[in-house]
């Protein structure tokens, strides 16, 4: 048996697949103060039920890591780094996420000034040694971060990535002092810019004691429980890696849950036979999106976590903190069931990005919520079943809800409460259709090629709003939306990252040069994961320009033909996402980046049993025009295949569809609920 387990800030999603395909789902409330016991016991009820069968593997998708950068609830961390580049970290790249927005204000570097010391030497940017270390500059710096209590330390000297014997020196200098934690560049990113190779270690530093303390302990406790399988965990590139390599690198895990439901998002679609799709996930605390094209998941090296919007790629940047290693390209925004409801000071309506997540979460939950959220109001306006969530398990109290919506938010506008719940609902998704826009349009896409495909136990409630604001004709809802992405732990394979620093034209490049550097990552690579399929691409820009674009290389025999089709497949990529080419300018090869994967088993496929429409109708309200409409409800096996007019109201377990009028929906072959929106 193998069990993927997803931690949201709401709930936390466990699916089981036996031996014969059998499905097991479970979904219980996250447990924020530990998110390892929600885990434990998910895991326990789904075990208990199946005790003579082992556990083949536990695969994990776990937020531990950004949810410690965007509470600062991270080690205490120092940095040691070459003399004269202390304030690497402040000065970054001088770029604001909101040009025009003079209240803005830059988040706080990770390690504060008074922790960023400086050590004496110095390497050339072609790897011969300028300056010696000085170990008495090493040993001052060690003696102060002692007497400060530091529990972790990032080691980022200049030029260490093309010779590393300084960096090896002082992470060996630190190893002996005392019993802290060491993150050093060299192995972390070595790779050019200094600033983005510096936040990388900086953060992995950062969240490196907390998540190797939750994974050892998670570990210990699930073989307590008598699963003897490995724990694995989902890597921010959409691959698995084994905890105990996590808990040496844990910046590679920083989208790990995100990155799950994009990988059951592209499996899905190529089952389909549909290989363009824009990824829609949307839960109770966050939504992410990103774009599956031609059936293939599109990764990015740039990401930043920690602002207002967290997302991979080239076109916005400043508001977190920039890590650089191989990601989906994917969006993600505050914005979720648990978003929160106010009233600005001009008399607004805002929605989050602030989450009452699962404790105590929205007020018709009854578990203590003070705050209007998200979820009260698709409440109020009949969208959500009152008699609870999760197949009853979490009934949903109306009347204390309504009650603190008008008082909170009704009073303060002058609007019927249906308008104003109507307008959070409409709001919300002009929110995330921002994220969206994210991963399509500002990457060069048309949205209105794709198909949208949302999951999430909110996604498919707001997933036709979203369709119609961006020109999107077709909605597909998978099974079992609520819990897509812990089916999509299941449909990930074991894989490793390289990455080397080449900075050469290309055209004073030779095959030669091309097949000795594969060689010697292809080498280490196999220590890593024998038998490994392998991916190489190579970032190329113009020369003068600061960002490059990953352009996908054969891996077999390199010739000039295969070097000119290399400049010449930029060159059509560059046009192709900045609507022009320089095709008399040089073109640079910036790095080289090798990926080795082993073959991902298939999503896991759980069968719709068909079945009758139950005699339900709930009255909803969809805007001035169509009013309150008594509105039927039913079960997805109750769908047929037939396109049925809206509006309906599809329950799931897990999940809850709305099909709004003008909108109609089918059920297909695999389960999916497909709606034209119309």
Same mark, same amino acid.
């Given at each position: ?20 395909g ?6 219980l ?15 326990k009820?789904?075990?208990?039920? +199946? ?14 890591? +950004? ?5 600062g609830?991270g ?20 770029r ?17 000034r008074?922790?960023r ?6 390497v050339?940017?072609?790897g ?8 008495g ?6 003696? @102060?971060?002692?007497?400060e209590?530091?529990?972790?330390i ?10 590393e ?7 060996e200098?630190?190893?002996e002092?005392a ?5 050093l ?6 790779e ?15 969240v ?12 210990k ?19 698995? +890696?084994e905890?105990e ?6 910046v590679?895990i ?13 499996s ?8 363009d ?25 740039d ?32 914005a979720?069931g ?7 000071g ?16 929205p007020?018709c ?6 705050n209007?959220?998200?979820?009260d109001?698709?409440? &109020?306006?009949?969208?959500?079943n009152p008699?609870?969530l999760?197949?009853g ?16 938010i009704? $009073?303060?506008?002058?609007l ?26 500002? @990457?060069?896409r048309d949205?209105?090629?794709f198909l ?5 136990g ?6 036709v ?28 394979g074991?894989?490793?990252?390289l990455?080397r ?5 290309i ?7 091309f097949?000795?550097?594969?060689n ?25 320009? $600061? ?22 497949t ?5 046009e ?10 040089p ?6 980046r090798?990926?080795?994967? &082993? ?13 009758d ?18 509105? @039927? ?24 569809t ?14 999916n ?6």
């Amino acid at each position: 048996m193998r069990i993927g387990v997803d931690i949201g800030g709401t709930f936390t999603d466990i699916v089981a697949v036996h031996p014969n395909g059998e499905v097991v789902v479970h979904k219980l409330p996250s447990t924020p103060r530990d998110y390892g016991q929600a885990i434990l016991k998910g895991v326990k009820e789904v075990f208990d039920s +199946t005790r003579s069968e082992a556990v083949e593997e536990v695969i994990h998708g776990t937020t531990v890591a +950004t949810n410690a950068i965007l509470s600062g609830t991270g080690a205490c961390t120092g940095l040691i780094t070459t003399k004269g580049f202390r304030d690497v970290l402040e000065i970054g790249r001088l770029r604001m996420p909101r040009l025009y927005d003079l209240s803005w204000v830059k988040p706080e570097p990770l390690v504060p000034r008074y922790l960023r010391l400086e050590v004496d030497e110095r390497v050339a940017a072609d790897g011969t040694i300028e300056k010696d270390l000085d170990e008495g500059s090493v040993i001052s710096a060690i003696e @102060r971060l002692k007497a400060e209590g530091v529990e972790s330390i990032a080691v980022c000297l200049l030029n260490s990535y093309v010779n590393e014997e300084h960096e090896r020196r002082v992470g060996e200098l630190l190893r002996e002092a005392a019993n802290w934690t060491v993150s050093l560049s060299f192995e972390i990113l070595p790779e050019i810019r200094e600033y983005e190779r510096t936040s990388t270690t900086v953060v992995n530093a950062y969240v490196l004691p907390l998540v190797r303390t939750y994974l050892s302990v998670l570990h210990k406790e699930l073989h307590c429980l008598g699963v003897e399988g490995p724990l694995r965990i989902m890597q921010s590139g959409g691959g698995i +890696t084994e905890a105990e390599t996590a808990a040496v690198r844990p910046v590679q895990i920083i989208e790990s849950g995100p990155a799950a439901g994009v990988v059951a998002a592209a499996s899905l679609g190529r089952r389909m036979g549909e290989g363009d799709l824009i990824a829609f996930d949307m839960g109770g605390t966050t939504a992410k999106a990103s774009l599956v094209e031609n059936g293939q998941i599109p990764r990015a090296v740039d990401h930043e976590v920690g602002g207002g919007i967290s997302l991979s790629g080239r076109l916005m940047g400043g508001g977190g903190y920039p890590i650089r290693v191989p990601c989906i390209d994917l969006a993600e925004i505050g914005a979720g069931g648990g978003s929160i409801l106010r009233v600005d000071g001009g008399g607004g309506l805002q929605v989050g990005p602030d989450s009452a997540g699962s404790d105590p979460g929205p007020v018709c939950y009854a578990k203590g919520g003070t705050n209007s959220t998200l979820t009260d109001a698709n409440l &109020l306006l009949g969208y959500l079943n009152p008699q609870g969530l999760g197949g009853g398990k979490l009934v949903l109290h109306k009347e204390p809800a309504r009650k603190r919506f008008q008082d909170e938010i009704v $009073s303060r506008m002058d609007l019927p409460e249906e308008e104003v719940a109507l307008g959070a609902h409409k709001i919300a998704a002009a929110r995330m259709v921002r994220a969206v826009r994210a991963v399509s349009s500002e @990457r060069g896409r048309d949205p209105t090629k794709f198909l949208l495909m949302a999951f999430g136990g909110s996604g498919p409630l707001h997933a036709v709003e979203m369709a119609r604001n961006m020109g999107i004709g077709r909605v597909i809802v998978p099974p079992s939306p609520g819990l897509f992405s812990a089916f999509g732990l299941l449909a990930a394979g074991l894989q490793y990252d390289l990455v080397r620093t080449c900075l050469k034209h290309i055209q004073t490049m030779s095959p030669v040069d091309f097949s000795t550097a594969f060689n010697e990552m292809n080498e280490e690579i196999q220590s890593k994961l024998p038998g490994a399929h392998l991916e190489l691409r190579a970032d190329l820009r113009y020369t003068g320009q $600061s960002y490059e674009l990953g352009i996908p290389v054969s891996t077999e025999i390199w010739d000039n033909q295969k070097i000119a089709q290399l400049q010449s497949t930029f060159e059509s990529e560059h046009e192709r996402t900045y609507g022009h080419r320089a095709e008399n300018d040089p073109v640079e090869v910036v790095t080289l980046r090798l990926r080795a994967f &082993l073959p991902a088993p298939e999503l896991p496929v759980q069968p719709i049993v068909s079945g009758d429409s139950p005699a339900a109708t709930r009255l909803a309200y969809y805007g001035a025009s169509d009013g309150w409409v008594d509105t @039927r409800v039913i079960s997805r096996p109750a769908l047929g295949e037939s396109m049925e007019t809206g509006p309906m109201i599809v329950e799931d377990y897990d999940a809850t569809t709305l099909v709004p009028p003008g909108s109609s929906a089918g059920l297909d072959a695999l389960g999916n609920i497909l709606i034209d929106v119309g």
